[in-house]
């Protein structure tokens, strides 16, 4: 068995045929550090994209309901017998010279 000696310039010709550029190298390890290793990688930046797509969507239909409770509230406020109304209807007020009767319906 004969040992052969490498010196170190047949390791950095053999080096420089595999790998052509050190920069090329360098940015390709650190994009792919950036993209699968990091706390901020790709795949936690898409589920953070997606959350906030449906928390807009979310804040659309808020602010939906917001314009259609105060409009519904304008009008509840506006007129003292729909104000009487929707008390005795939904809180089952009464004034206090009347005798309130539930009638619940059994399915």
């Not at 045929?17 to 790709?42: H, Q």
Request: proline share 2%; with cysteine; aromatic share 12%.
């Amino acid at each position: 068995m004969d040992i052969k000696e490498i010196t170190d310039s047949e390791i950095y010709q053999k080096l420089q045929r595999i790998l052509p550029n050190k920069y090329l190298v360098i940015i390709t390890c650190y994009l792919l550090y950036m993209i699968f290793l990091d706390s901020n990688n790709y795949r936690s930046q898409f589920h953070l994209w997606k959350e906030v797509q449906n928390l807009k969507k979310e804040k659309l239909s808020l602010e939906a309901s917001l314009e259609e409770v105060k409009s519904k509230k304008e009008q509840l406020f506006s007129d003292r017998k729909k104000l009487e109304k929707f008390a005795r209807e939904k809180y089952i007020m009464k004034k206090d010279d009347e005798t309130l009767f539930v009638v619940v319906d059994q399915p």
